[in-house]
Every structure is written in structure tokens, then in C-alpha cells.
């Protein structure tokens, strides 16, 4: 079966710091990626996705970046966090049927 | 119009009782469905996928998918507390598409 880590499971970083997430799979290979971001109140957005190494797509434009290194690992990124990018970052795996399968997240919070 | 709505709640139902809830969509091309559920700080899990019209059952969950009238509805029959948590609607177009999510109902279950 598939398990999903991401550390650090929870971080809190001022304003203008650097960030990096990271989210690894085990149990299946080449899988399709994905990062979310869940802000207080609100609901799951989708940042990006990859279908393998070194290919990313982005769904939103902004001060994050995220990158696929190996084929079962995917980094989040930011160079100078803003108090707005405070929430919870979940990385996903897609499976058959588009069903898509979450890890146990990052929360973030930007002071 | 959003994509996916759903009533935020909270939903409140005595404990034994059947919770209903419920979900439109906007996108007529949408093919496959899902309710996710989310205890307060967690990820979101898979709980129920429904692809066809008509409902699809699973233990105290049952699904029910109407494709003419743009819903989607999850019913949980014989509530508890553990029942209590956020309950996300979210649909994708099939294939390897991205999923959209709803922002969730939160559902109370009172002893």
C-alpha cells in the first residue's frame, strides 16, 4: 500500500524566510503529485502538480515554486514567505479513477 | 457560481440519526466524484468515490449521485461522535484531471 510522509509536520517561520516542504512516497512508483494549501476557513487549493521527475505544473501564480527531484519525492519552496502563505500544505498522490490520497500535511504559520 | 458548493454548517444531528448531506456542482462535464472526510487539525481521507447515477453504498455511508440535477449527496446512517468532522465534496473530469474541492460541511453529532 502506498504511505505518504511530509516533514516537518508543523513550522513556524518569520516573514521574508525561506521554505521548504517535502513529501515522499513509498509503496508505488511514478506517481502522479500534488501540493494543496488549506488556509483557515477555507478550502483546498490546488498549487501544483507533477506527473514525473522534473515536471511541474502550476495551478496558481505566486512566491512558491515546487520541484521533483526523484521520482518519489516533491518539494514546495518559497525564497521570501509572506504573511499569506500561512496554512496547511498537503501533498497528495493520485490513483486510479482520479482518487487522490493525502499525506498527514504541514502546517505553517508566517509571523 | 463556484465550481462545488456545499452548505459550511455546522450540521448538527442527535447521535443514531441519519446526517444528510449535500453537494451541487457547476461543470456538467465533471465524471467522477468524492467525499472526504477531515477531523479538526488533520488530512482530508477518502471516504466514498461514485462514478454512475444512482447510489453506492459502503457500511453506514451511502453516496447518492443525480448527474441531471448537478448533485451529490452523503448519507450517514446511524451517526456517532466520531461521525463529527468536516466533510468535503470534490469532483474531476476524469482521466487525469485535477480534483475541486468544496469547502466542506462541517457535521456535529450530539450525544
Known amino acids: 500500500s502506498q504511505t505518504i510522509h511530509q516533514w516537518p509536520a508543523t513550522l513556524v517561520q518569520p516573514v521574508g524566510s525561506p521554505l521548504s516542504l517535502e513529501c515522499t512516497v513509498e509503496?508505488?512508483?511514478?506517481?502522479?503529485l500534488y501540493w494543496y494549501r488549506q488556509a483557515a476557513g477555507r478550502g483546498l487549493q490546488l498549487l501544483f502538480y507533477?506527473?514525473?521527475?522534473?515536471?511541474i505544473s502550476s495551478e496558481v501564480p505566486q512566491n512558491l515554486s515546487a520541484s521533483r527531484p526523484q521520482d518519489r519525492q516533491f518539494i514546495l519552496s518559497s525564497k521570501k514567505l509572506l504573511l499569506s502563505d500561512s496554512g496547511f500544505y498537503l501533498c497528495?498522490?493520485?490513483?486510479?479513477?482520479?482518487?487522490?490520497?493525502f499525506g498527514p500535511g504541514t502546517r505553517l504559520t508566517v509571523l | 457560481q463556484k465550481e462545488v458548493e456545499q452548505n459550511s454548517g455546522p450540521l448538527s444531528v442527535p447521535e443514531g440519526a441519519i446526517a444528510s448531506l449535500n453537494c451541487t456542482y457547476s461543470d456538467r462535464g465533471s465524471q467522477s466524484f468524492f467525499w472526504y472526510r477531515q477531523y479538526s487539525g488533520k488530512s482530508p481521507e477518502l471516504i466514498m468515490s461514485i462514478y454512475s447515477n444512482g447510489d453506492k453504498e459502503d457500511g453506514r455511508f451511502t453516496a447518492q449521485l443525480n448527474k441531471a440535477s448537478q448533485y451529490v449527496s452523503l448519507l450517514i446512517r446511524d451517526s456517532q461522535p466520531s461521525d463529527s468532522a468536516t466533510y468535503l465534496c470534490a469532483l474531476s473530469k476524469g482521466g487525469y484531471q485535477k480534483v475541486t474541492f468544496g469547502t466542506g460541511t462541517k457535521l456535529q453529532v450530539i450525544p
Open positions: 497528495a498522490i493520485g490513483a486510479s479513477y482520479n482518487e487522490q490520497f
Open positions: 507533477s506527473v514525473g521527475i522534473g515536471q
Open positions: 509503496g508505488t512508483s511514478n506517481p502522479n
